[in-house]
């Protein structure tokens, strides 16, 4: 079984940070791509950042100059160092990590239940 675990969401003014972070834990035996997506009520989830093993990283328009993901070595967690909050980025931030494990070779996307980030005066 593979655990994935977002938290750093809060509520937060426009202008302000925040520092999400992406924990997977279990019987993993690698991590490959994380992803962060985001999700608001009536709208399809949306893909705002993603890393790769090798550090290669994707950013969506909205957040490029804004958004910062990170990674450390093998299974440390994954951040999303998010600045200059903007109303519009107010979501449900969800991490997607792909993972193979120690009893399966095959890669899987396992998921996480999300955090609530609220950008409002």
């Known amino acids: 079984q593979v655990q994935v675990v977002e938290s750093g969401g809060g509520l937060v003014q426009p202008g302000g940070s925040l520092r999400l972070s992406c924990a997977a834990s279990?019987?993993?035996?690698?991590?490959?791509?994380v992803e962060w997506y985001r999700q608001t009520p009536g709208k399809q989830r949306e893909l705002v950042a993603s890393?790769?093993?090798?550090?290669?990283?994707y950013y969506a328009d909205s957040v490029k100059g804004r958004f910062t993901i990170s990674r450390g070595y093998a299974k440390a967690p994954v951040f999303l160092q998010m600045n200059s909050l903007k109303p519009e980025d107010t979501a449900v931030y969800y991490c997607?990590?792909?993972?193979?494990?120690?009893?399966?070779?095959?890669?899987?996307?396992?998921w996480g239940q999300g955090t609530q980030v609220t950008v409002s005066s």
């Open positions: 997607s990590v792909a993972a193979t494990t120690t009893y399966s070779s095959n890669s899987v996307n396992y």
């Open positions: 890393i790769t093993s090798g550090g290669s990283t």
């Open positions: 279990g019987s993993i035996f690698s991590i490959g791509t």
